[in-house]
Nanobody
Framework: QVQLMESGGGSVQAGGSLRLSCAAS????????MGWFRQVPGKDREGVAI????????EYDDSVKGRFTISQHNANNTVYLQMNRLEPKDTAKYYC???????????????????WGQGIQVTVSS
C-alpha cells in the first residue's frame, strides 16, 4: 500500500515562501496525477494545484496562480509545492493526494483522489 508523507510546512510572514514536499513510499503505475489540497476548519477541502504523472502538465486554482508552482521528481517519487508571496488567506492544513483516474477539467476536485497524506500546517501571519 502506497503511503504519502508531507513535509516542509510551518509559519512564515506574509510575502514569504515555503516549499512543501510529498514523498510516496513506492512507485506505482496506477497513480495518474498528484495534487495539493488545503483545508481550514469549518470549510471544505479545496484543490490548490495538481500535476499529471510522468508529465509537466499542471493545473492551479485561480487563487494561487502566479504564486505557487507544483513540480515532481520522478526518480524519488516526490511532488513539491513551491509557495511564494504567501498571504494570510493561504493559512490552512495542506494535504498531498494521489488519483488513479483522470476526469478532464475537474482534477482539482478532492473527490477524484483516493490516497491522502496526513496533512501539514501552513500558517501565514500578517
Amino acid at each position: 500500500q502506497v503511503q504519502l508523507m508531507e513535509s516542509g510546512g510551518g509559519s512564515v510572514q506574509a510575502g514569504g515562501s515555503l516549499r512543501l514536499s510529498c514523498a510516496a513510499s513506492m512507485f506505482t503505475y496506477d497513480i495518474l496525477s498528484m495534487g495539493w489540497f488545503r483545508q481550514v476548519p469549518g470549510k471544505d477541502r479545496e484543490g490548490v494545484a495538481i500535476i499529471y504523472a510522468r508529465s509537466t502538465k499542471t493545473e492551479y486554482d485561480d487563487s494561487v496562480k502566479g504564486r505557487f508552482t507544483i513540480s515532481q521528481h520522478n526518480a524519488n517519487n516526490t511532488v513539491y509545492l513551491q509557495m511564494n508571496r504567501l498571504e494570510p488567506k493561504d493559512t490552512a492544513k495542506y494535504y498531498c493526494a494521489a488519483a488513479r483516474l483522470i476526469v478532464p477539467g475537474s482534477m482539482l476536485r478532492p473527490s477524484h483522489y483516493h490516497l491522502w497524506g496526513q496533512g501539514i500546517q501552513v500558517t501565514v501571519s500578517s
